[in-house]
């Protein structure tokens, strides 16, 4: 049972333009949310969190919204570089399990320069 | 940031065979580590998370016997395949948590891809 979902497997965008990617979670006992990048033959490498308190937490480029009515999360990147390119996971845990986190499957970002 | 060390980073070996996988944490003391497989175009799943001094939680679904996982001490965790197959033919990724407060982020190793000829 997948408990976080990412929809989107691909995605492509032009250089400089607006990425955005989608993340929806069914546990409503999540409370703690991550996107991590991962180049290919890596591990993944974390990029932004943002805990249940908040509806949105910014980095730089990179700004993660929430939004617990509709378990639903998002990923910012602007502008997009063509080093973004990679595959972005999605992650979510709640208080209580131990640190156990649960991922999505995975964005493929493309950014064309 | 904190780094989460994995070796090898590549192996090849023969159907049989046992392989041993390191993962350690460099810069702080990893209190929980996580073994994650990873199969071509799929997300990570979940293998067992270790404790250190402890033996580790498997999920459902993995042979405990089969992979094998030493959390000796708070900088180090092991994974050891016995008897490959080609079906353990994979992509493993540990991570680890190094504060024990809430609201970590987990830190990844750079992984190792095992292939079972």
């Known amino acids: 049972d997948q408990q976080v979902k990412q929809n989107s497997p691909s995605l492509s965008v032009q250089e400089g333009r607006i990425s955005i990617l989608n993340c929806d979670y069914t546990n409503s006992m999540f409370d703690y949310f991550l996107w991590y990048k991962k180049y290919p033959a890596e591990g993944p490498t974390f990029l932004i969190s943002?805990?249940?308190?908040?509806d949105k937490n910014e980095d730089g480029r990179f700004t993660v919204f929430l939004n617990k009515s509709a378990k639903h999360l998002s990923l910012h990147i602007v502008p997009s570089q063509p080093g973004d390119s990679a595959v972005y996971f999605c992650?979510?845990?709640?208080?209580?399990?131990?640190?156990?986190?649960?991922f999505g499957t995975g964005t493929s970002l493309t950014v064309i320069p | 940031g904190a780094v989460v060390s994995q070796h090898p980073s590549r192996v090849i070996c023969k159907s049989g065979t046992s392989v041993k996988i390191e993962c350690r944490s460099l810069d702080f003391q990893a209190t929980t580590m996580f073994w994650y497989r990873q199969f071509p175009k799929q997300s990570l799943m979940l293998m067992a998370t270790s404790n250190e001094g402890s033996k580790a939680t498997y999920e459902q679904g993995v042979e405990k016997d089969k992979f094998l996982i030493n959390h000796a001490s708070l900088t180090l965790s092991t994974l050891t395949v016995t008897s490959a197959h080609p079906e353990d033919s994979s992509f493993y990724i540990c991570s680890a948590v190094g504060e024990t407060g809430y609201n970590s982020p987990l830190h990844f190793g750079n992984g190792t891809r095992l292939t079972v000829t």
């Open positions: 992650a979510a845990s709640a208080r209580g399990t131990g640190n156990q986190f649960y």
């Open positions: 943002i805990s249940s308190i908040k």
